[in-house]
């Protein structure tokens, strides 16, 4: 579009979401919360799918989630009928600003964002622009907002621990963990992102040789519930096993850990967000979705697979956070 309008000019804006992840959703609250900052009676409305929907849903500076019919990651040539039907019955509301954060440049979804905004959209990462090159996402975010004229903008997550999510945690810790805990995440978004049982071990006897006793915590949803037990069996180390019934159970169980141990996956987001120390295993680092913290060691692993890891990597990183 030629010319951005202010946030304080609009009323109703739409923001389509071209990432389905959880971490993708939660970096991109640093934009929402800035936009309502600087205006709040604007209207946001995030078009959104896959794992992102519950969470967006219970950020207070989003005012509507509007489901898109897509179950993991948007592809080239996807979907193209109930898109063009979604988009045509969101064009009927007549949003001020189209505003998409996400990189995807598919044709699909370029046709998507056209016929709902026309001359209205704004998608700068998906073009050359004037945008600050390699800085985090969450910058991104927060620099967006700001070309749209949005004040006080920060960095920060918003990261809700609704009081139910918070309940089970609390029961669960008091039952099994009397002086904090490690959080060890081995689940990533695709399996070459999970962490094998060798790789647990591995971290766990790193924990034991450099004198932390504290006991682990796995989470896991209850799908992947055969994987963390097959995981957990044999250990040498204490664990506990924590099953997540939604997104926010994470956020309480990654909030009290003394430290964090996940692959790249939204726990890595959700420990910045938290200011926990974190240990994040990397198999494709880049400063865009690095950990955005000053806690956080990332050890770069074997590109095929994340597990394939040089353990004096992690002693290193436990020598520099413990």
């Known amino acids: 579009m030629q010319q951005l309008p202010t946030v304080q000019e609009l009323k109703n804006v739409l923001v389509v979401r071209g990432e389905g992840s959880l971490g993708d959703a939660i970096l991109s609250s640093v934009c929402y ?7 709040p009676q604007l209207r946001i409305t995030v078009a959104a799918f896959a794992s992102a929907v519950p969470y967006l849903q219970a950020l207070p500076t989003v005012d509507e989630v509007y489901r898109l019919p897509i179950k993991n990651v948007l592809r080239p040539n996807q979907r193209w009928p109930s898109l063009l039907w979604h988009a045509f019955k969101l064009r009927r509301r007549r949003f001020d600003l189209v505003l998409d954060s996400s990189c995807k440049n598919f044709y699909n979804w370029r046709l998507f964002k056209w016929i709902i905004g026309g001359n209205r959209v704004f998608d700068p990462f998906t073009r050359p622009g004037d945008f600050t090159p390699e800085v985090h996402v969450s910058a991104r975010e927060k620099e967006m907002a700001c070309r749209l004229g949005a004040h006080d903008a920060d960095n920060s997550y918003d990261l809700p621990v609704p009081p139910a999510a918070q309940a089970r945690w609390e ?6 963990l009397n ?5 060890l ?8 992102r999970c962490l ?3 790789a647990l071990q591995t971290v766990l006897d790193a924990l034991s040789a450099h004198g932390i006793t504290l006991p682990a915590v796995v989470p896991f949803v209850q799908s992947r519930r055969p994987e963390a037990e097959a995981l ?11 099953e ?4 926010f159970d994470l956020f309480a169980a990654v909030q009290s850990a003394r430290l964090v141990f996940s692959p790249d996956t939204a726990a890595v987001h ?5 200011g926990r120390k974190t240990i994040a295993f990397y198999n494709n680092y880049t400063v865009y979705y690095g950990p955005n913290n000053p806690l956080a060691v990332s050890i770069l692993t074997d590109r095929a697979c994340v597990s394939r890891f040089n353990p004096q990597d992690v002693a290193a990183a436990l020598e520099k956070l413990w």
């Open 33 to 39: 919360r800035a936009l309502k900052k600087s205006n």
């Open 171 to 176: 029961s669960f810790a008091k039952t099994h």
């Open 179 to 183: 002086q904090g805990h490690i959080l």
């Open 185 to 192: 995440n081995p689940f990533g978004s695709v399996p070459q």
């Open 196 to 198: 094998d049982k060798d």
């Open 232 to 242: 957990l069996e044999g250990l040498s180390y204490p664990v506990f096993g924590y």
């Open 244 to 247: 997540t019934p939604s997104v």
């Open 270 to 274: 959700i420990a910045a967000g938290f």
